[in-house]
T-cell receptor, first 113, second 113 residues
Framework: DAGVIQSPRHEVTEMGQEVTLRCKPISGHNSLFWYRQTMMRGLELLIYFNNNVPIDDSGMPEDRFSAKMPNASFSTLKIQPSEPRDSAVYFC???????????FGPGTRLTVL | QKEVEQNSGPLSVPEGAIASLNCTYSDRVSQSFFWYRQYSGKSPELIMSIYSNGDKEDGRFTAQLNKASQYVSLLIRDSQPSDSATYLCAVNPWGGGYQKVTFGTGTKLQVIP
């Protein structure tokens, strides 16, 4: 089992550019979560999918952020346009329906200059 | 008031001592409670879950839950330098298959050799 896979692991971009983060959940897991972690705010839930359907996107900070899950094995988080305050570590996590344990990916460290 | 509160620390304990980590939550109907460990630069990993009042032991770790006081704690016996990490408390107040959890900002634990 490869665990949750995220790419890229590091991303450095300039303000105003589009950023796309990718996630492959663990096979068989029905729920997928995107988090953002900063020193100031800790780990914040951005959006939660169940069976590829967005269930709760109340944590998405603004319209510049969007997320999709076109199938059970792939999700993207897009920021357009990016701003320096978006700099953070973005984690993807997945969990099976039968359990609450969330398995986290290695994260993407985003730096917006 | 934050939904899940933890003392940010750092909490310093000597090797071999008991480390006590505390967490309070605001939603009285919360159903599920979790402790995650996060090493610096790594992703969170689940170490304990607890659903009922009382104690739950797993090796050197004991989780304690008191729903009346809205309080959950994690005890680490015989602390080792390898236990040095940030410990995140997470709470699911919804239950019923809704798997969203809210994380505290974490307590940094330092075990001094």
């Amino acid at each position: 089992d490869a665990g949750v896979i995220q790419s890229p692991r590091h991303e450095v971009t300039e303000m105003g550019q589009e950023v796309t983060l990718r996630c492959k959940p663990i096979s068989g897991h029905n729920s997928l979560f995107w988090y953002r972690q900063t020193m100031m705010r800790g780990l914040e839930l951005l959006i939660y999918f169940n069976n590829n359907v967005p269930i709760d996107d109340s944590g998405m900070p603004e319209d510049r952020f969007s997320a999709k899950m076109p199938n059970a094995s792939f999700s993207t988080l897009k920021i357009q346009p990016s701003e320096p305050r978006d700099s953070a570590v973005y984690f993807c996590a997945s969990t099976p329906d039968t359990d609450n344990e969330q398995f986290f990916g290695p994260g993407t460290r985003l730096t917006v200059l | 008031q934050k939904e899940v509160e933890q003392n940010s620390g750092p909490l310093s304990v000597p090797e071999g001592a008991i480390a006590s980590l505390n967490c309070t939550y605001s939603d009285r109907v919360s159903q599920s409670f979790f402790w995650y460990r996060q090493y610096s630069g790594k992703s969170p990993e689940l170490i304990m879950s607890i659903y009922s009042n009382g104690d739950k032991e797993d090796g050197r770790f004991t989780a304690q839950l008191n729903k009346a006081s809205q309080y959950v704690s994690l005890l680490i016996r015989d602390s080792q330098p390898s236990d040095s990490a940030t410990y995140l408390c997470a709470v699911n107040p919804w239950g019923g298959g809704y798997q969203k959890v809210t994380f505290g900002t974490g307590t940094k634990l330092q075990v001094i050799p």
